[in-house]
């Protein structure tokens, strides 16, 4: 319940911030600080501050203008405070992060009279590992593990790359730069970052003798005491994947806000989705395989090292075959000649189900690569307590020091193939949807390559345990979180629960003060060349200095009606891809600016995150309803998994996600309160077709035009 105290601190600060940055308050915004604070504040919990209730999350769509972000840290962070939980926000752009980094919460430090600290929480990959710059100085190529692998991987850079480690050196040492890769002013190629950075199994923590000036963990200490943590939703993810805590703070410990929380069901997805390249592995294995001699001599000196060293060639040995097998396996089930890779392909398997010869291969594949890992694992455990000077394992420290990185790069691989063909084999529960599988044929730096994959249609599942069920609580907010106007999509996608909280918040603006137009010359898409000339001819009858978006579903119709284009109207014409996406911004600006039309081709990114305000977008196109067909190979399971069921997957996926698509296309042109302009649909089906009026009926209010004629409301 939230207590009187509790509501009189939120409503102080939200009194001062709205004097100190001079705002109006908004009825959104104060509708969305009071549901925010009451789902928080609700929260029970035992004696240990365990949570005990669960009614903890919070859904809120907030259109733009609401002002979210100043809404949801000021009724996050007091009850997070007073409850002694981190407030952890996560986004999904590197836009939203930084203006909530460098804009909002500055903004609110300096008006709202709430005392916090804040930081930004990144990977391990994004910070330099001083142990890796020293061996660099040193000359890191006469390290022999990094001579096996990174030599072969890699390009050597040769006096660029020691011209570089000379300049990060002296920066890091001088205190002028923390060791992150974003903050360097010019951009690091990856395959020098490689060189320098390290990941979790790597990393040797507190045995490290350089641990005191770890960039990662200097950047640690700081989030161990921020009570604000800004982070991303691959973060987020990554970190509850290994068990929540590592980079993070602990999950129960933690009040989530997800800004964009749109976006995080397709991130949840990519995230446990698993690979396997055969010929990457082979040609790993096979480097092992070469340097067993040198591994024997520097590591043989430990008897259980020894021992673990003498099963490798028997455990390669049983390997290698079956990935041969596996191989031949692939192109016979894709009904592909042997050493066909000249163009990328998938094949699918029908409802995911693998045949059964792949899947007693890929059962065979598990046993061999969880032994292989467990070797390793137990290989990098003595490595690592070898570099403490309280153990005594047998191994001096400089002979252990340079074969733990090798080591833990092989466990690492191990337990992604084991993963993989763990994932390839298991049968799926009838009553749930079934994984993706596939095989991917393409060409890697000339040479035919075999991908194996496997991925959840569905991350549901997976998110209600590792996310809703350890968290303390939890905000997730966005612009579009509903599709067709409720929120069951996002609900069956993101395993959000029905007893959580819902709202739809009202928006500041006035959509009437925009046009939703569906003119005559819009025809059905489905007679393609006919629907490219209608395009071309609504383009030459524009105004010509009028600010327009034209959004397309497909490059190619893009291309086609750009060079349809008379000559004089396509030098107006900015198209995606021919500049990039700042500078063709900048450029269309400029022409308003100067009092000329500007006309901008874009494709779905340009649907989502654009921010034009005013006179830079007056025109919103939307050449065709923005449906995706489920062809890739996670969408085309589902479909199949949703149509044996007795479900429409078009009713089911199509249309809902073309609904959050045609809503956040609609969004790039009221930005601010004054904003008005037109959005036109040169799309006919969404009169003709039954679904239409439900994709209407779930855009905002605006002013209807059909055919001319404009509609009462």
Same mark, same amino acid.
């Given at each position: ?35 925010? #604070? ?52 996560? !986004?999904?752009?590197?836009? =939203? ?8 919460? @500055? ?8 005392? %916090? ?12 590992? /001083? ?97 604000? *943590?800004?982070?991303?939703?691959? +973060? ?21 806000? %997800? ?52 099963? $490798? ?22 009904? +592909? ?29 598990? *046993?061999? $690569? ?18 403490? @000077? ?54 890697? #730096? ?19 345990? !590792? ?8 905000? *997730?907010?966005?612009? !579009? ?48 060349? #006919? ?6 001819? $609504? ?8 600010? &327009? ?23 107006? *014409? ?9 500078? =063709? ?6 022409? /308003? ?36 067909? @489920? ?5 085309? !399971? ?10 429409? @997957? %078009?009713?089911?996926?199509? &249309? ?45 209010? $605006? ?6 004629? #404009?509609?009462?409301?």
């Amino acid at each position: 319940m939230l207590d009187e105290a509790l509501k009189g601190d939120i409503q102080t600060a939200y009194r001062r911030v709205l004097e100190g940055l001079e705002l109006t308050p908004r009825y959104g915004q104060r509708l969305m600080i009071a549901e925010i #604070a009451r789902t928080l504040a609700g929260i029970e919990a035992d004696d240990s501050g365990k949570r005990v209730s669960d009614e903890h999350v919070c859904v809120l769509e907030a259109g733009t203008g609401t002002g979210k972000t100043l809404a949801y840290l000021l009724a996050a962070l007091p009850v997070a405070q007073a409850r002694g939980k981190r407030l952890v926000i996560s !986004t999904a752009t590197v836009a =939203l992060q930084e203006q909530v980094l460098h804009q909002d919460l @500055p903004a609110l430090k300096a008006h709202s009279g709430l005392s %916090f600290d804040y930081a930004l929480a990144k990977g391990r990959g994004r910070y330099l590992c /001083v142990a890796n710059l020293e061996k660099a100085l040193d000359g890191a190529e006469e390290n022999p593990t990094l001579s096996m692998f990174e030599q072969a991987m890699e390009s050597r850079d040769g006096d660029d790359f020691h011209a570089l480690v000379k300049e990060l050196a002296e920066a890091y040492g001088s205190g002028r730069w923390a060791g992150d890769r974003d903050s360097w002013p010019e951009t690091i190629a990856d395959p020098q970052w490689r060189r320098l950075t390290t990941d979790h199994r790597q990393c040797t923590n507190r045995r490290c003798g350089h641990f005191n000036a770890c960039a990662f963990f200097r950047a640690r200490r700081h989030l161990d005491s921020a009570d604000i *943590v800004v982070a991303n939703h691959d +973060l987020v993810l990554a970190d509850l994947s290994l068990g929540g805590g590592m980079v993070l703070p602990k999950p129960a410990d933690c009040i989530y806000v %997800f800004d964009e929380g749109h976006h995080l069901p397709d991130k949840a997805v990519e995230h446990f989705t698993h690979r396997f390249a055969v010929n990457g592995a082979l040609r790993w294995l096979r480097t092992l395989k070469k340097s067993l001699t040198e591994l024997n001599a520097a590591l043989a000196v430990q008897p259980t090292l020894a021992r673990l060293l003498a099963g $490798f060639p028997e455990a390669i040995a049983a390997i290698e075959p079956r990935l041969g097998e596996v191989m031949a396996l692939g192109h016979q089930l894709a009904e +592909l000649p042997q050493g066909s890779g000249d163009e990328s392909r998938h094949h699918r398997f029908e409802m995911g189900r693998a045949p059964l010869s792949l899947r007693e291969q890929a059962s065979a594949l598990v *046993v061999v $690569f969880a032994s292989l890992a467990r070797n390793l694992e137990s290989m990098a455990d003595i490595l690592r307590e070898s570099l403490d @000077p309280d153990k005594h394992t047998g191994l001096p420290k400089e002979q252990a020091e340079p074969w733990l990185p090798l080591i833990a790069l092989l466990h690492g691989r191990a337990l992604e193939a084991h993963a993989l063909w763990l994932a390839m084999s298991e049968e799926d529960d009838p009553a749930e949807p079934p994984r993706a599988r596939w095989l991917t044929f393409e060409p890697v #730096a000339g040479e035919p390559e075999l991908v194996y994959s496997a991925s959840p249609v569905s991350a549901a599942h997976t998110l209600a345990r !590792t996310l809703w069920g350890s968290c303390y609580g939890a905000v *997730v907010t966005s612009a !579009t979180l509903t599709a067709l106007g409720r929120f069951e999509r996002l609900q069956e996608r993101a395993g959000l629960a029905n007893r959580y909280r819902y709202q739809r918040l009202p928006s500041p603006f006035d959509y009437s003060r925009a046009v939703l137009s569906v003119p005559r010359e819009a025809v059905d898409p489905g007679n393609r060349e #006919a629907h490219e000339r209608a395009i071309v001819d $609504f383009v030459a009858a524009l105004d010509s200095r009028e600010a &327009v978006l034209m959004l397309f579903s497909s490059r190619a119709q893009l291309r086609a009606v750009e060079k349809a284009l008379p000559k004089t109207l396509g030098e107006r *014409v900015l198209a995606q891809d021919r500049l990039p996406k700042r500078e =063709l911004i900048e450029r269309h600006r400029a022409r /308003v600016d100067a009092g000329q039309g500007s006309i901008i081709f874009g494709l779905a990114s340009f649907a989502e995150g654009i921010d034009l305000p005013g006179d830079y977008l007056t025109h919103v196109v939307i050449t065709r309803l923005p449906f995706s067909v @489920p062809d890739d190979p996670v969408g085309a !399971t589902l479909a199949e998994w949703i149509e044996s069921r007795g479900g429409n @997957p %078009f009713m089911r996926i199509s &249309v809902p996600d073309a609904s959050i698509k045609l809503v956040q296309a609609c969004g790039r042109l009221i930005r601010k309160e004054q904003d008005s302009g037109r959005i036109t649909l040169l799309d006919r089906r969404v009169l003709t077709r039954r679904y239409g009026r439900a994709l209407l009926d779930a855009l905002p209010p $605006f002013s209807r035009e059909i055919d001319g004629v #404009a509609q009462l409301p």
